[in-house]
């Protein structure tokens, strides 16, 4: 909990996710500050705040979000401009850590790209850390500043349970979503089957190994941290609707939806993919089967006792 426990907070928006830091501060009653985020003739971000933050809480809303490199700078530069005007502490909102998936040493001569972040960002003396779904524990220990994780799988689980669950099960489509693939079986009290997925670190083709049967005449739903290409959710779509499924519904906290994406989830075998809007998705990248959740009230909830 951030120390002190100020009366007063303010939220400071980067340009990443701006409506998302307007419902933030709708729901936690804060101001918004005023900013004037533009570059200068070189192409540098130059940052100017124009309000008063000394003795507040301040709340830098910024998702590491594409261009991520550039906004992961912006919000470096917003954390040492509150500093500067003398804020009583900072908490940093950043629903998609940028470079998170890159936790350990995959191949010798690449770096542990979360590690980076993590430092750069701590070096700048930022209090708080508010996450959403991040790939891996493994991420969060390179930081040293407290770390506070939410999971759209609450607004998922809410959604389902509206619905008759009969002939559903979940599915884990990796060993990495196997403990966040139970805990959403266990809230829905649904079956949980297992893929096993390898994926070639050199070319990113990724090869699926075996399904247990099980799946023939039932609806699956699946929950994972985010859809990047989707090839891993497209192959297994297609290899549950062969094994006999009849419905594939996906649940993706971040929707980054690189390149194609967009064109080739819609064309895929997947019925339905929900995700939220912890990342900032353009008009020209929503397609018919994706049905996005608002995560403002979830963050909200997380930085209202930091903020007391």
């Given at each position: 909990?951030?120390?002190?426990?100020?009366?007063?907070a303010?939220?400071?928006s980067?340009?990443?996710?701006?409506k998302l830091?307007?419902?933030?501060?709708?729901?936690?009653h804060l101001?918004?500050?005023?900013?004037?985020?533009?570059?200068?003739?070189?192409?540098?971000?130059?940052?100017?705040?124009?309000?008063k933050?000394?003795?507040?809480?301040?709340?830098?809303?910024?998702?590491?979000?594409?261009?991520?490199?550039?906004?992961?700078?912006?919000?470096?530069l917003?954390l040492?401009?509150?500093?500067?005007?003398k804020?009583?502490?900072?908490?940093?909102?950043?629903?998609?850590l940028?470079?998170?998936?890159?936790?350990?040493?995959?191949?010798?001569g690449e770096?542990?790209?979360?590690?980076?972040?993590?430092?750069m960002?701590?070096s700048?003396n930022?209090?708080h850390?508010?996450?959403a779904d991040?790939?891996?524990?493994?991420?969060?220990?390179?930081f040293?500043?407290?770390?506070?994780?939410?999971?759209?799988?609450?607004?998922?689980?809410n959604?389902?349970?509206?619905?008759?669950?009969k002939?559903?099960?979940a599915?884990?489509?990796?060993?990495?979503?196997?403990?966040?693939?139970?805990e959403?079986a266990?809230?829905?009290k649904?079956?949980l089957?297992?893929?096993?997925?390898s994926?070639?670190?050199?070319?990113g083709?990724?090869?699926?190994?075996?399904?247990?049967?099980?799946?023939?005449?039932?609806?699956?739903?699946?929950f994972?941290?985010?859809?990047?290409?989707?090839?891993?959710r497209?192959?297994?779509?297609s290899?549950?609707?062969?094994?006999g499924?009849?419905?594939?519904?996906d649940?993706?906290?971040?929707?980054l939806?690189?390149g194609?994406?967009?064109?080739?989830?819609?064309?895929s075998?997947?019925?339905?993919?929900?995700?939220?809007?912890s990342y900032?998705?353009?008009?020209?990248?929503l397609f018919p089967?994706?049905?996005?959740l608002h995560?403002?009230?979830?963050?909200?909830?997380?930085?209202?006792?930091?903020?007391?």
């Amino acid at each position: 909990m951030i120390k002190n426990h100020p009366t007063k907070a303010v939220v400071l928006s980067g340009s990443a996710h701006p409506k998302l830091a307007r419902e933030l501060a709708e729901l936690l009653h804060l101001k918004v500050a005023a900013t004037d985020i533009s570059y200068f003739p070189n192409g540098e971000k130059r940052i100017w705040v124009k309000d008063k933050l000394a003795g507040k809480v301040v709340v830098i809303v910024q998702p590491f979000s594409a261009p991520v490199d550039e906004h992961i700078v912006e919000f470096c530069l917003l954390l040492d401009a509150a500093h500067h005007l003398k804020a009583q502490q900072v908490v940093g909102v950043v629903p998609w850590l940028g470079y998170s998936p890159q936790d350990k040493l995959f191949r010798e001569g690449e770096p542990i790209s979360v590690h980076v972040v993590a430092k750069m960002i701590e070096s700048l003396n930022l209090n708080h850390l508010v996450v959403a779904d991040i790939h891996s524990a493994d991420s969060l220990k390179h930081f040293t500043v407290p770390v506070t994780q939410v999971s759209a799988a609450e607004l998922y689980i809410n959604h389902f349970k509206k619905l008759n669950l009969k002939n559903h099960l979940a599915v884990a489509l990796d060993k990495g979503a196997t403990k966040r693939a139970h805990e959403f079986a266990r809230a829905l009290k649904l079956p949980l089957v297992q893929f096993e997925k390898s994926r070639d670190r050199k070319t990113g083709a990724v090869t699926f190994k075996s399904l247990k049967d099980g799946v023939r005449g039932k609806h699956v739903i699946s929950f994972d941290d985010f859809v990047s290409t989707g090839t891993t959710r497209i192959q297994a779509s297609s290899i549950l609707k062969q094994k006999g499924a009849l419905s594939y519904t996906d649940c993706i906290t971040h929707a980054l939806l690189a390149g194609q994406a967009p064109k080739k989830l819609q064309a895929s075998s997947i019925d339905r993919l929900y995700t939220t809007d912890s990342y900032p998705i353009p008009k020209a990248k929503l397609f018919p089967k994706l049905t996005i959740l608002h995560i403002a009230p979830l963050l909200a909830k997380a930085i209202k006792p930091l903020i007391k």
